[in-house]
Each structure stands twice: as structure tokens, then as C-alpha cells.
């Protein structure tokens, strides 16, 4: 069982920074490509940001292509969702989720709110 906590979320201007967490608990953490999705209202579950189980390779959504970066820390059992440049459209619910190699999301966060002002 993994169990995944988000954190970092908030309210910030057009053009300012965020930086969220997920930092799990429970089986290994390095088994598990680590996922950032994001939910709109009124819209659908989207795909923002994948990270490979050693942090060697790394997808993004074109939208945050060149503002936002995954990254993540094994030993602190943690992975990253450094938001630069953030934009209005950026606003949504951030969740992060543990993806086996089967390509099955076993685990979800419970997500946090991010918030951006125009």
C-alpha cells in the first residue's frame, strides 16, 4: 500500500511560481513512475507531468512544456512540481498519482488547489 500526500498548493499571481510536493508513504517508492495530473472545473482529469522511477526521463503536456519541471528524490520518498510562469489556465486541482510499469495508477494523492490570479 502507498499512500500519497500533495502539499503546496495556494493562490498566486499571473506570472509567479509554485512549487507542490507529494511525498509518499509505504511500499518502495522507486517501484512507481511518479504522475502530476490536474483537474479543472468543469473539466476533465488532464495529464500535466510524468517522471521515470530514477528521474532519467521526464514527459510533459505541451501547455507547461518550458515552465514547469518534474523531479524527484527517492531517499526522501518525494517527487516535485516546480511551476513557473504560472498562467489563470493554470488554475486546478493537483494530483499526483504512483504509475507501475504496467502502466496501471495504483495510488492517488487527494490532491491540492492551485489557484492563479490574472
Known amino acids: 500500500q502507498v499512500h500519497l500526500v500533495e502539499s503546496g498548493g495556494g493562490l498566486v499571481q499571473a506570472g509567479g511560481s509554485l512549487r507542490l510536493s507529494c511525498t509518499a508513504s509505504?511500499?518502495?517508492?522507486?517501484?512507481?513512475?511518479l504522475v502530476w495530473f490536474r483537474q479543472a472545473p468543469g473539466k476533465e482529469r488532464e495529464f500535466v507531468a510524468e517522471?521515470?522511477?530514477?528521474?532519467?526521463?521526464?514527459l510533459y503536456t505541451n501547455a507547461v512544456k518550458g515552465r514547469f519541471t518534474i523531479s524527484r528524490d527517492n531517499a526522501k520518498n518525494t517527487v516535485y512540481l516546480e511551476m513557473n510562469s504560472l498562467k489563470p489556465e493554470d488554475t486546478a486541482v493537483y494530483y499526483c498519482a504512483a504509475k507501475t510499469q504496467f502502466g496501471q495508477y495504483d495510488y492517488w494523492g487527494q490532491g491540492t488547489q492551485v489557484t492563479v490570479s490574472s
Open positions: 509505504g511500499r518502495t517508492f522507486s517501484t512507481y513512475a
Open positions: 517522471i521515470s522511477r530514477y528521474g532519467s526521463g521526464t
